[in-house]
């Protein structure tokens, strides 16, 4: 091909404007929030008044950590060519979108720790993006949600007046494409349970939060969704924010960061629970991709951000992951995370999904993941063009998981976050030989009612009785509010045989006592624990 001299001007030109002006996003980590004119004894200056309670009635101190960053750290950032978009508090730094060569300035600011590339090019725009296709998937007309909703009880749970009233829940997905306009969703507007004031699509920093992807609308219709006679969601009648963090055309480590900023907007609105049917594990930049060991609960950026809300009293709900079947197979982030619950997959008749995401093999520092199950093979979903139809994966068990929780806390808001979660694993199917293919297993509502009746009367569990193997196990039901307690054995003459302090935590939670030396009869265990003495009478063969 021959060009003409302007042409090559003009080629050249191009080229030189290109290679100097590759926009991309970073994450700008600070080294301290000293001189913030923030102060953790007066929080209402960055939390609601909600936020606040929860911390609250929950006995969770506000820390430096929950400050927001020094204004004065931002306006520098801003000086040295960068454009600010969200600020994170808890890691204590903010994400840009600037030109390469402004990073070396950046990385020159006497109070930067780092900055990371999070994301190539310039995203972060208000035009929005490209409405996805509504796939075509088969319509039903009956109310079909019985199945998924009775498999861990939600059914009795509304028929026992539970429904999320009063419960905040937020939702972390990819896009919400319908539910502005569908029927089913109607109801959310009209009753103004949907603050469109904190929703937020961080992915394009847009409050468009409608406008594209159907995954984050069918996931939110298990939850939210009511249609009398066809469609009815697990905790119809909560009060929801909405975010998307998900971007559904890339795969960076930028989307984790998204989820941490959306992670502290809904604490400090004020969220009770949040559903993530999200995972993390590889990205299309494979610098950024993580190891399985990686999956150990504290190192991946959204496992920690998942983390540090649970430890603010929020529940965190989240996906398993869908890797079981394929090279990777376990959980991705952030299923790993310590005090959240992963959801697994099963079907219609509770058999695992063979794709449902497994728990890593050893586990990680004996914590069981994943760590309840639900149905997530055809589980009835409202699609964006308004219809009933089907999906699958444990993106949608997650929402079915989270409903239930919705529900639970509704019933019994005296229990913490962490007590929530207990009681769910307590009440799974396999609660007494959890696995990493199903965790806990199956939980289910009528059974945490009994075992909270139970609870009250007595908080520990003392088998088996009559004693089997010339052991004998004591765990109490919670060891967030069971960490230690003393014990005396009596004889059947009323001889104290010996006493023991025990201790019970997450990775211990419960204690064995060796019977061997003791003749066969019936024996007195006796329990002090806060100001109380608990009486068991065992059974030695």
Not at 44 to 67: G, K, P, V, Y
Not at 154 to 183: A, K, L, P, T, Y
Not at 242 to 259: A, G, K, P, Q
Request: net charge negative; hydrophobic share 40%.
């Amino acid at each position: 091909m021959v060009w003409s001299n302007g042409v090559r001007v003009i080629v050249l030109l191009l080229i030189s404007i290109t290679s100097f002006a590759q926009v991309n996003r970073y994450v700008v980590i600070f080294k301290d929030k000293a001189g913030t004119p923030y102060t953790t004894s007066n929080p209402a200056e960055f939390l609601s008044q909600r936020a606040i309670d929860r911390r609250a009635n929950q006995n969770i101190a506000i820390t430096e950590q929950d400050l927001p960053v020094n204004p004065n750290y931002v306006l520098a950032v801003r000086d040295a060519g960068a454009e600010v978009y969200f600020k994170t508090r808890w890691f204590n730094g903010v994400l840009v979108q600037c030109d390469e060569s402004v990073v070396s300035a950046l990385e020159g600011l006497s109070f930067v720790e780092r900055v990371e590339y999070v994301a190539p090019n310039a995203k972060l725009m208000t035009n929005g993006r490209k409405k996805s296709n509504t796939k075509a998937r088969s319509s039903k007309a009956s109310d079909v949600t019985q199945t998924q909703l009775g498999m861990v009880g939600i059914d009795d749970m509304h028929v026992g007046g539970f429904h999320g009233e009063g419960m905040v829940v937020g939702i972390f997905d990819s896009g919400f494409q319908g539910v502005n306009v569908n029927e089913p969703f109607q109801a959310i507007f009209s009753e103004n349970r949907i603050n469109l004031t904190v929703s937020h699509d961080f992915v394009y920093n847009t409050k468009d939060i409608f406008q594209y992807d159907e995954h984050g609308a069918e996931v939110f219709s298990v939850i939210a969704a009511h249609q009398e006679g066809t469609y009815t969601g697990g905790a119809y009648k909560a009060s929801y924010q909405l975010f998307v963090t998900e971007d559904v055309s890339t795969e960076y480590r930028i989307e984790e960061y998204n989820w941490l900023f959306a992670a502290e907007l809904a604490d400090s609105a004020g969220v009770d629970v949040i559903n993530s049917s999200l995972g993390y594990n590889t990205f299309d930049d494979s610098s950024m991709d993580y190891a399985k060991a990686a999956l150990d609960g504290k190192t991946t950026v959204i496992t920690r951000a998942a983390q540090w809300a649970a430890d603010r009293g929020i529940i965190i709900v989240c996906s398993a992951g869908n890797e079981g079947a394929v090279a990777w197979q376990i959980i991705t982030a952030p299923a790993d995370a310590k005090d959240i619950l992963a959801v697994a997959s099963v079907t219609s008749t509770g058999i695992r999904v063979p794709s449902s995401s497994k728990g890593p093999s050893p586990s990680i520092d004996g914590i069981v993941k994943p760590d309840v199950a639900a149905m997530g093979s055809n589980t009835s979903v409202i699609l964006p063009n308004g219809s009933v139809g089907s999906a699958s994966g444990t993106s949608l068990a997650a929402p079915i998981i989270t409903s239930l929780v919705t529900g639970i806390w509704q019933h019994y808001p005296s229990l913490t976050n962490k007590e929530i979660l207990d009681i769910i694993r307590q009440s799974g199917s396999q609660a007494n030989t959890p696995d990493n293919l199903l965790g806990y297993g199956i939980p289910n509502y009528l059974t945490v009612e009994t075992l909270l009746k139970y609870l009250r009367e007595n908080p520990f569990i003392v088998y088996p009785n009559p004693a089997i193997d010339d052991t004998l196990s004591i765990k109490p039901f919670s060891a967030v509010e069971v960490s230690a307690c003393q014990i005396e054995f009596i004889s059947p003459k009323g001889q104290l045989l010996f006493t023991s302090d025990l201790t019970f935590s997450k990775e211990n939670p419960s204690q064995t006592l060796n019977l061997s030396t003791y003749a066969a009869g019936l024996y007195i265990l006796r329990i002090h624990w806060n100001n109380q003495v608990l009486t068991h009478r065992i059974a030695v063969r």
